[in-house]
């Protein structure tokens, strides 16, 4: 069928096509069919029906339209075409049967390359999360992840990697992690995310300090020369699978143990890591509350690992209270550079910082058996790893001369006071991070909370509970009311609520 | 937020709008979520994320404009909103939990609503797929359908109707049906299809006669007169959930049997049927290729029918070749017309027909029990069928003095010719429907397939296995082309294919 041209100037993220009602049913095809553009080297599209567009007359997306040429054509030649092997395979895992490396090669391959539709995404996260994957799917998928993205080869080895399954606020400690084990002559090439529905992610803090933007080549060249960057993952094309899937997974709250798995062990696999040490917040309130759970996931992990050609260990960590005591960037930042300036800080940085630190300095035969711990304090006092940041803040493009007074939190403050005596009996990770975010986190670097009181603590009526900082006074307004009018902490004795006896008329 | 109104003039099907993916950043949404429009009777829209957009305004497909008022405000305040509960309980059917009514409801009257997105929608049909349903959530599911569309009330009862499965092309059958049992007494307004894979559906085949598009309203009207309707169900707001399953089935070729079950008898439901008669084509090439497989279909149907208080009969009927000896809309109106006119034509139709008409007769009351056949072919001889259904004919809006002699198939004509003498041993339903197809079927009403041998019959070299006729020369070419270049019919003793030596340079 020859229909005239209507350019969209849309993107649609893939390449699709706009028929009118009428010409699908005259072509045969329905909604999410495709069609081959003939002449045009044979380009497959994914077709939408609709009256938007005229009778005789095709829309096309402006992916599309970039791919027929320079100036789009008047004129395209449509024909029907089947849909990818990989709706089949899907179809198969539907049916409760295994697939093969090549088949879940040709799945990932088609969902890198937008040949996949929503539908068809959902249907393959959603069978995942029904019937789960073996050992070898699980394997195949990690592989076929890296290899359908970028790859980073480094040419002197090891190359040590951290991760964290995440799910605990204030968790700044790649900030020291990362310069102490570079400072210890092992290569360290960290890449990270922005916080989404989070108060800061690792990315976001260093942005705070130096650009975080590198393609995979320059991450390779900075890493080489000091040892170690801190950079935003999604400024590569490292695994890019795990982006889409995500699309899918995310509006269905869903996270299949299968995709958690290979999406964490490709990207350490696509930067060549030979040791990864993860780290698996525990407790109420985070992604993995029980240590059962904790400790199948670090098997899983483990296994996947070896089968990779990667050594990998699992630190469950306490994940129940935030990590220090600052949670959104600037806030963050200070306190993880106070730390390394001047050895001054929370006891749950310094520790879990040092002991996750300590694991991969044993891995890469930095440190002996049991000596690694003590080599990361080390590493802390003598300033080497401040030294260390410094080198790689520079190597980013940031200012090495920074200092944690430098980093200012936001001019607009208030505190959320204590209503009554007495200890700190809850603490409410998601309501601090909810407070953050409505102050301004992530987007507004001095936005965050500063907690005056930790779980267990002793407080006295009035004393703030929390100081919460923004650059904007409307979003201070907001987040303190929010704070008030539900405590994110709550204080043995304090009355929780008042029930008033209402007469009705 | 507040943000600056960019009216897309573009329709989503759903309430869409398009957030720029800094904002999207800031308010701490993700594609897939939603927000509500305040200060416009917060009404809930999807979110997509892009760079379309610039930051700091939102872009607003056509129908959440309309919905904004007659002129798009200037700007609009967004808050993030949570998803819909129905997004919940897909997951917990994820899970394995069984779903109550209530939950299964407030799932179809969201998709209903378009406030599902397509992940969500996919979701639902795979896990229905995967996990199926109980008999009481497909009961719950089938009511959902019926209440969440318009349903029409008769007067009197009782309330008959008729459905096929489908999967067996020139099953024209509806065309006898509905007049002989109309023609006793009996009311029966069917809804019906359009092909869209097919090479006729019933409604194309009744559009060549007379209108076939009616609201509820007008279909209770002229039944209530004549007796009887064919119209196409694509016009009416009956069961709408249906609609949209497909939209997420058919990209995954999927049929959940929950759904399958459930589209089917709430389409019977929301027009008041009392007795329903449900024709399953079985054998090689159709939906149901074995009778034990035939029976199961015919055991649920017959149980959420006593469910929803309806009686149904199945009747397992012969698929693995075409009723008659047509297919497509003029060649099988004619030959159906024929049939009324003057008792000449296939036995197949004749039998399937009076067959399903007469397990009607005797399920309404008209016929004594195994008599419903004879009285079948007795309406039939005596021309009260014909008359019956050049009344409906009228009261549709055609011309009730239509005579098989005046359908034309169309002009342009050519013959596939036997290759060999012999028996016709295979006979491929599906190739004849794809040539069909190809001729213009069913867009152009006189293109189609004239079947001059069928399976077991008898044919010289040089004779006519099939006649193609097309409305369109171009049409006929492709169509010849295609059947010569792969023979739907094969011929005892014919050559498959010459392989010949042949020498690579």
Redesign the interface.
């Given at each position: 069928m020859e229909l005239k041209v209507q350019p969209l100037q849309?993107?649609a993220?893939k390449y699709k096509v706009v028929l009118n009602t009428?010409d699908a049913?005259?072509l045969?095809v329905?909604?999410?069919?495709r069609v081959q553009l003939k002449d045009h080297s044979y380009l497959t599209a994914i077709v939408e029906t609709?009256?938007?567009i005229p009778a005789g007359t095709v829309g096309v997306y402006q992916e599309c339209c970039e791919k027929l040429g320079k100036v789009c054509p008047l004129t395209i030649k449509l024909v029907p075409t089947s849909?990818p092997n990989s709706?089949g395979f899907?179809?198969k895992m539907?049916d409760r049967q295994k697939l093969t490396q090549e088949e879940i090669y040709q799945i990932i391959q088609d969902m890198v390359r937008e040949n996949l539709?929503?539908?068809?995404?959902?249907?393959f996260?959603?069978?995942s999360?029904?019937?789960g994957m073996t050992s070898d799917e699980v394997e195949w998928l990690t592989r076929a992840m890296i290899d359908t993205g970028e790859k980073i080869e480094f040419d002197t080895h090891p190359i040590m990697d951290k991760h964290s399954i995440g799910g605990v606020p204030g968790n700044k400690i790649s900030l020291l992690v990362v310069p102490i084990v570079a400072a210890n002559g092992l290569l360290i090439p960290k890449t990270s995310s922005?916080a989404?529905?989070g108060a800061a992610g690792t990315a976001d803090l260093m942005e705070v300090l130096a650009p975080v933007e590198f393609t995979a080549e320059e991450i390779k060249t900075i890493t080489e020369k000091v040892g170690g960057v801190i950079t935003w993952g999604g400024a590569t094309n490292i695994a890019p699978a795990d982006d889409r899937l995500i699309?899918?997974e995310?509006?269905?709250?869903?996270d299949p143990r299968s995709q958690l798995l290979a999406s964490i062990m490709a990207k350490k696999g696509a930067v060549g890591a030979d040791c990864v040490v993860i780290d698996i917040p525990t407790g109420i309130g985070t992604k993995v509350p029980t240590m059962d759970e904790g400790k199948k996931l670090a098997r899983d992990l483990i296994e996947l690992g070896e089968r990779l050609g990667m050594k990998v260990e699992c630190a469950m960590t306490y994940g129940a209270s935030p990590v220090g005591r600052t949670v959104g960037p600037a806030l963050e930042v200070r306190e993880a550079l106070k730390v390394l300036e001047t050895m001054q800080g929370p006891n749950s940085l310094i520790e879990k910082s040092t002991g996750l630190a300590g694991i991969l300095l044993e891995m890469g035969g930095a440190a002996a058996r049991d000596h690694g711990k003590e080599l990361a304090m080390e590493t802390l006092r003598s300033g080497k790893a401040l030294n260390k940041l410094k080198e790689i803040i520079e190597a980013q493009g940031g200012n090495p001369n920074v200092t944690h007074t430098d980093i200012n939190p936001g001019e607009h403050r208030a505190e959320l006071a204590a209503p009554a005596d007495g200890y700190v009996i809850e603490f409410n990770n998601k309501r601090i991070v909810e407070i953050a975010?409505l102050a301004g986190a992530?987007?507004d670097d001095g936005a965050g909370v500063w907690i005056n009181k930790k779980k267990g603590e002793i407080v006295k009526r009035g004393e703030p509970l929390i100081t919460i900082f923004a650059d904007k006074g409307w979003k201070l307004t907001n987040a303190i009311k929010n704070a008030e009018s539900d405590y994110p902490i709550i204080v043995e004795g304090m009355l929780l609520e008042r029930v008033q006896s209402v007469r009705v008329i």
């Open positions: 849309i993107k993220g009428e049913r005259e045969g329905h909604a999410g069919d609709g009256d938007m849909r709706v899907i179809k539907m539709t929503e539908i068809e995404l959902a249907a996260v959603t069978t999360y029904i019937h922005r989404i529905t699309r899918a995310y509006p269905l709250s869903i975010r992530p987007t």
